[in-house]
């Protein structure tokens, strides 16, 4: 079965730093494209970033460009998300994400909270 286990999550001070991660199973991770996305309290879930199979090609949010870092390592089956000049704006529940078979797979979404 295809598992998305994420882990990194929790409070930082604005102007801080976070990094998420995401383990993936039971899918061939390396040939498919996996995301970032995120829903803040009273919105919609956004798409936050993307990267492709081979790490070559990465999409971003506007709000989000410049701050955060989408990578993959393929030897680790792992996903992250740099989380760099963290703004209020940015708390949300983040959740890892990939497309599977015609089915969407999601992490648990842990808890970003940005707050002094």
């Known amino acids: 079965e295809v598992q998305l286990v994420e882990s990194g999550g929790g409070l930082v001070q604005p102007g801080g730093s976070l990094r998420l991660s995401c383990a993936a199973s039971?899918?061939?991770?390396?040939?498919?494209?996996m995301s970032w996305y995120r829903q803040a309290p009273g919105k919609e879930r956004e798409l936050v970033a993307a990267?492709?199979?081979?790490?070559?090609?990465?999409n971003y949010a506007d709000s989000v460009k410049g701050r955060f870092t989408i990578s993959r390592d393929n030897a680790k089956n792992t996903v992250y998300l740099q989380m760099n000049g963290l703004k209020p704006e940015d708390t949300a529940v983040y959740y890892c994400?990939?497309?599977?078979?015609?089915?969407?797979?999601w992490g648990k979404g842990p808890l970003v909270t940005v707050s002094s």
């Open positions: 990267i492709t199979s081979a790490g070559g090609l990465t």
């Open positions: 039971g899918f061939t991770f390396s040939r498919d494209i």
């Open positions: 994400q990939v497309r599977f078979t015609g089915v969407d797979y």
